[in-house]
């Protein structure tokens, strides 16, 4: 007991920073779905969240915010840059973020503001790239077998977080925060462990893996287990939190709060998150609170990960070229979001345009309309064709294109304007391949280079095996 008091007691306060120029304080929680957030309408008591509830109140809450990849380090490359998978390219975990790919961590070093990051798990790390454009990053020897399994806990983040930022004196900072907490085993340490139910152990029921648990479904009787583990790691995140700010004392910052990914928890016959773009996997919560946000508000405009960049660098008024947009200014009404995953042996794009959200399922071969609208949680297929332009308007947004001089073989999809997705074309010709890395055997060249590969170690496969993460 003695050490978990310690391990929790409250970090020092930071020093008065400059009042004209705010701290921004990023927070991505891995793995976080909305709806189980008090904000978003979680009815369980107490509340799993009752600080980031009260940032919610306080601040700028977004009811329809997405990703834009249902796992970890494209969502990240995303969030960081401004730019969707297809383009930026990292969507593989043998990719490494392009050195050419401007980070806005950069870009607020270069504005001014002492840029530090702090992260939890493999796919967040400079093993990618992610330290690019941070004064301090702190990964904790990713590569370590001990950190594959949940001892960066969040409160280790915060108190880390916190001895870097009182470093800097009066210096406006930009701080990223990932915590990895409410990922998959959902062990939160006592006294959370127990908050809603009995407490687990590591002798609890272990993740398989996504396509394991179709033929293997969770019993009805272990959800609300599961369930309260859930919520109990949120409790356990929303109380490192609420140190973070209690660190920050009257020094002015503004939070914002968002993930990079939902969780699929049995709505869809299994269990995990990665393999589908439905709304249990793609909808986040994005939190706006404290200076610069005067008014509090609930807006639905259609925001995502896309968009954390461009409101980044608007807060920290430094500027940096991005596809989304800053989500405390105005926001194009009905603007198309397009998603994508080719992890594992998934390879879905999707799209949402006006109230349709379009699914193209090319491993099974399928295409799916959904009405968004009056289906939000995508359980009633619309019945019938599919507009073949909104296909093409999907395949147009798949990015660098490949040019053939003769017959080439893929082992992705390619399509030209108007034809089908295919693993073949025989005659020359400019054709869109997803995934945007699978090989290609043949005349062919692409318009853009591919992101340099990443190499992991065996030991951290089978690690991350563990967690799902290698199938």
């Known amino acids: 007991m003695v050490i978990l008091l310690l391990a929790c007691a409250s970090p ?69 840059s401004g730019r969707g998978p297809l383009e930026h390219g990292v969507v593989e975990d043998d990719r490494h973020i392009p050195d050419d790919l401007p980070m806005v961590q950069e870009a607020m070093r270069a504005g001014g503001f002492a840029t530090g990051g702090f992260v939890s798990t493999v796919y967040v790390s400079d093993t990618y790239g992610f330290a690019r454009g941070f004064d301090h990053f702190d990964d904790h020897d990713i590569q370590v077998k001990q950190n594959l399994q949940h001892p960066v806990r969040a409160e280790k983040v915060v108190d880390e977080a916190v001895k870097w930022a009182a470093e800097q004196g009066s210096k406006p900072v930009f701080l990223f925060v990932h915590l990895y907490d409410v990922h998959y085993p959902y062990l939160p ?40 583990q859930y919520d109990e790691s ?15 004392g009257d020094r002015k910052a503004t939070w914002v709060i968002t993930a990079d990914h939902g969780e699929e928890l049995g709505e869809r016959g299994s269990w995990g998150h990665a393999h589908t773009l439905y709304p249990e996997a793609m909808r986040v919560p994005l939190i706006v609170s404290g200076a610069g946000v005067a008014t509090p508000a609930v807006r639905d405009d259609r925001v995502g990960v896309l968009d954390v960049a461009a409101t980044v660098a608007k807060l920290g008024g430094v500027d940096f070229p991005s596809r989304g947009v800053d989500v405390l200014g105005v926001v194009p009404p009905s603007r198309d979001q397009v998603f994508d995953t080719s992890r594992f042996d998934s390879a879905r794009l999707g799209i949402l345009h006006g109230d349709l959200r379009l699914d193209v399922d090319l491993a099974h071969d399928k295409v799916t309309l ?10 009633n297929p619309i019945p019938g064709g599919v507009d073949p332009a909104l296909v093409e308007q999907l395949w147009a947004a798949v990015g660098a294109h490949w040019t053939s001089t003769g017959a080439v073989m893929s082992t992705g999809w390619m399509r030209q304007p108007g034809g089908e997705a295919l693993h073949r074309q025989e005659l020359p010709t400019t054709f869109a391949l ?8 043949g005349p062919a060249t692409r318009d853009a280079a591919l992101p340099t590969v990443v190499e992991l170690g065996e030991a951290t496969k089978s690690l991350l095996e563990a967690l799902g993460y290698e199938q």
């Open 434 to 441: 997803f995934p945007p890395d699978a090989k290609v055997d």
């Open 189 to 228: 340490p006592e006294p959370w462990a127990f908050r809603y139910d009995k407490a687990a152990s590591k002798k609890a029921m272990k993740y398989r893996s996504y396509d394991w648990y179709f033929l293997h479904p969770v019993e009805a009787e272990r959800w609300p287990r599961l369930l309260a």
């Open 12 to 80: 020092p306060t930071l020093p008065e920073g400059d009042p004209t120029r705010p701290d921004v304080i990023l927070v991505s929680i891995d793995s976080l779905r909305p709806d189980h957030l008090g904000a978003y309408g979680n009815t369980r008591t107490p509340s799993p969240s009752p600080f980031l509830d009260g940032l919610a109140a306080a601040g700028a809450r977004y009811t329809e915010a997405r990703s834009s990849s249902p796992w970890t380090l494209p969502s990240h490359v995303t969030m960081l």
């Open 234 to 248: 949120i409790a356990y995140v929303d109380d490192q939190l609420q140190r973070l700010k209690a660190a920050w």
């Open 370 to 379: 959904y009405d968004d609208a009056h289906d939000p949680g995508e359980t």
